[in-house]
């Protein structure tokens, strides 16, 4: 049997799971940073393009003639 301090100081199976942040990187902040960028890309892209406001009876892309028709959230582009 190993000497105990050379072992993980978790027991079996529980060395390998997600939060063992010894072998992990500490934060993934570029990947949430672009995770982000996207989310408020197609939040701006919805609120412009697809959503009908009140106000306007139409969305703004209408209203201002940047889009010839409302569109829904299915004819957005699908990022790849």
């Not at 027991?11 to 072998?23: D, E, H, Q, S, V």
């Not at 889009?67 to 957005?76: C, E, F, G, I, S």
Request: net charge positive.
């Amino acid at each position: 049997m190993s000497h105990p301090s050379r072992q993980s100081p978790l027991p079996g199976p529980w060395r390998l799971l997600p939060f063992n942040i010894g072998a992990s990187p500490l934060t993934n902040a570029f990947s949430k940073l672009e995770n982000h960028a996207a989310a408020v890309s197609l939040y701006v892209t919805h609120y412009n393009m697809c959503r009908v406001h009140e106000a306007l009876r139409t969305t703004p892309a209408v209203a201002l003639g940047i889009a010839d028709r409302v569109y829904w959230t299915r004819h957005l582009p699908r990022c790849q």
